[in-house]
């Protein structure tokens, strides 16, 4: 990883890297689930965990799909548009009140001229709504984007159309983070104090990736060395 001053342009996760969203997100997965039974709404939970970083669009296709396939054989239970609404009025409020990471603004502060996004898994209209309701959203001058699109598909155009300039690093706390980022050619940190990655130490070593808690111990260990 290169001094986090050097670079031209910082891509964050939002959801246990922005915003303490992610047991929100997990819990409003659950919940919109259970009209199929909790055994089924704990697969999806467990399904969620393991994909973190992917949209809640195929999530919700793979429950109907593999987790409760009967459903395609007329099973009562909500579909997806409804799966879609309840977890959206689920996740609504939890957004607007949870924690933000402690550091951002001082590092927004100390690097104004750097190029920032959000590229996440959650829906971009909610994203953006949230962030701007919550006065977040200036913060991030190269824009808020998320799903339907993926990550990938994010990136790619991102990279084509100018908007992420080289060296860019991408700050996430799901290995799917770190797999978009590393197929974009990114350099990768990752967040751990909110993650739900459960064996994140071992998957950290085999891999050898930076690591921090929060933004704000990466801003002070930034800043302890100067590098800012």
Same mark, same amino acid.
């Given at each position: 990883?290169?001094?986090i001053?050097?670079?031209?342009?910082?891509?964050?996760?939002?959801?246990?890297v922005?915003?303490?969203?992610?047991?929100?997100?997990?819990?409003?997965?659950y919940?919109?689930?259970l009209?199929?039974?909790?055994?089924?709404?704990?697969?999806l939970?467990?399904?969620?965990?393991t994909h973190?970083?992917?949209?809640?669009y195929?999530?919700?296709?793979?429950f109907?799909?593999d987790?409760?396939?009967n459903?395609?054989?007329g099973?009562?239970?909500?579909?997806l548009?409804?799966?879609?609404?309840?977890?959206a009025?689920?996740?609504k409020e939890?957004?607007?009140?949870?924690? +933000?990471? @402690?550091?951002?603004?001082? %590092?927004?502060?100390?690097?104004?001229?750097? !190029?920032? &996004?959000?590229?996440s898994?959650?829906d971009?209209?909610e994203?953006r709504k949230v962030?701007a309701?919550?006065?977040?959203?200036?913060?991030f001058?190269g824009?808020?984007?998320?799903s339907?699109?993926?990550?990938d598909?994010i990136l790619?155009?991102?990279f084509?159309n100018?908007n992420i300039?080289?060296?860019?690093?991408?700050?996430?706390d799901?290995?799917?983070?770190?797999?978009?980022?590393?197929?974009?050619g990114?350099?990768?940190?990752?967040?751990?104090n909110?993650?739900?990655?459960?064996d994140?130490?071992?998957?950290?070593?085999q891999?050898d990736?930076? +690591?921090? @808690?929060?933004i704000?111990r %990466?801003?002070?260990n930034?800043h302890?060395? !100067?590098? &800012?």
């Amino acid at each position: 990883m290169n001094d986090i001053a050097l670079y031209k342009t910082l891509i964050f996760d939002c959801d246990g890297v922005i915003l303490d969203s992610n047991k929100i997100k997990t819990e409003a997965f659950y919940c919109a689930a259970l009209p199929y039974g909790e055994l089924a709404a704990q697969a999806l939970v467990d399904y969620h965990i393991t994909h973190g970083g992917i949209s809640r669009y195929k999530k919700f296709a793979f429950f109907l799909e593999d987790l409760v396939p009967n459903h395609a054989e007329g099973v009562q239970g909500p579909g997806l548009e409804e799966l879609l609404e309840s977890y959206a009025n689920f996740v609504k409020e939890g957004l607007l009140t949870c924690e +933000v990471a @402690e550091g951002l603004l001082e %590092l927004r502060e100390i690097l104004p001229e750097t !190029n920032w &996004l959000i590229v996440s898994g959650g829906d971009q209209a909610e994203l953006r709504k949230v962030f701007a309701e919550r006065d977040l959203e200036g913060l991030f001058n190269g824009g808020i984007f998320g799903s339907p699109d993926t990550k990938d598909v994010i990136l790619s155009r991102e990279f084509s159309n100018g908007n992420i300039q080289l060296p860019a690093l991408f700050l996430g706390d799901s290995k799917y983070d770190y797999q978009a980022a590393i197929k974009a050619g990114l350099d990768f940190v990752f967040l751990y104090n909110w993650t739900e990655v459960k064996d994140w130490k071992e998957w950290q070593r085999q891999e050898d990736i930076f +690591v921090f @808690e929060n933004i704000a111990r %990466l801003f002070r260990n930034s800043h302890a060395n !100067n590098k &800012l």
